[in-house]
């Protein structure tokens, strides 16, 4: 009999205590496939330009984890129905949206595996899982798939003002040390709600929606799009790409074994069987 208390808490510098609801939860943060993500960079090479920005894949989707527990206790007490079976699903859909990035996050998002978004590796990472866990991740499966009759619940995954967008500007601004990119996400969450079946603000929360609007901009000026972290993914995806062509001509390179499999051979979505899923989940910053 095993008995891990799976009921967790993390201790995180943005929004303190983060408590795991169950031990679903548990089993999936502890799989390998999201273990890895303490191993992809958040912010890429950012960190050259902001020596602070070394925060991982792994601390934004737990703060995401936590900040869609807060939304779904204010939908509710706002008479929005959700039920344990959806709230579940919305923590499922919003713990693994991510783990399908390769390393250095966006940096390398076409280079390992050429023209395949990171949210479709997520999606096959998912149906994975799915399969592992004996189908519990099939609700959640139908939410980040646009398939679910309840439009509001992808909005709170992926939409213009979700939860992923709260915490990756806040974590974001945090670690870079860059205060333009604050911004207030518990007030924006007290004031949601839903109507007919939308995710909508209340009015009285539109300069909290402004500011979000105005600290994502000015975090692209000012951090995403800064010149020399540019300059330096160009030279990381240009040197990825050089040692494609040095194989093409026969010269080996040296580097992992994971990585050389990439590098040898051309994978497109349709390519990706379980094998080649494990693969990829073998690669992160290090390779």
């Keep these: 009999m095993n008995d891990t208390n799976k009921l967790k808490i993390f ?3 943005i929004y303190g205590f983060i408590t795991i609801p169950n031990a679903l939860i548990y089993d999936l943060i502890q799989h390998p496939y999201f273990q890895r993500l303490r191993r992809i960079s958040q912010m890429g090479l950012s960190s050259l330009v902001y020596p602070g920005a070394n925060h991982t894949r792994f601390h934004h989707a ?3 984890l936590h900040i869609m527990q807060k939304a779904i206790q204010v939908l509710r ?3 929005t129905e959700i039920s344990t079976d959806e709230e579940n699903a919305l923590y499922i859909a919003i713990l693994l949206h991510d783990i399908g990035h390769g390393p250095f996050s966006h940096a ?3 280079s390992i595996v050429e023209d395949v978004h990171h949210e479709e590796i997520s999606l096959l990472f998912m149906h994975k899982l799915n399969v592992e866990f004996n189908g519990q991740l099939t609700l959640a499966i139908q939410i980040f798939k646009e398939e679910y009759h309840r439009k ?3 909005q709170l995954v992926s939409s213009q003002l979700d939860m992923d967008r709260m915490d990756y500007l806040k974590r974001d601004s945090f670690y870079s040390g860059v205060e333009e990119g604050k911004i207030n996400s518990d007030r924006l969450i007290q004031m949601m709600n839903v109507v007919d079946d939308v995710l909508v603000i209340e009015e009285k929360g539109i ?3 402004e500011k979000f609007l105005m ?3 000015l975090m692209y000026w000012q951090v995403y799009l800064h010149k020399t972290s540019l300059v330096a993914e160009l030279t990381l995806t240009n040197t990825l790409k050089r040692a494609k062509e040095l194989f093409q001509k026969g010269i080996s390179v040296n580097c992992s074994d994971n990585l050389q499999f990439f590098i040898q051979n051309k994978i497109n979505l ?3 069987t379980d094998i080649i899923l494990d693969k990829f989940a073998q690669l992160d910053d290090t390779d």
């Design 270 to 272: 349709i390519d990706f």
């Design 207 to 209: 300069f909290s929606v």
């Design 62 to 64: 737990l703060g995401c």
């Design 108 to 110: 390398m998002e076409h």
């Design 152 to 154: 509001f619940m992808l």
């Design 215 to 217: 600290a994502r901009r």
């Design 11 to 13: 201790n995180d510098p």
């Design 77 to 79: 007490f706002k008479n």
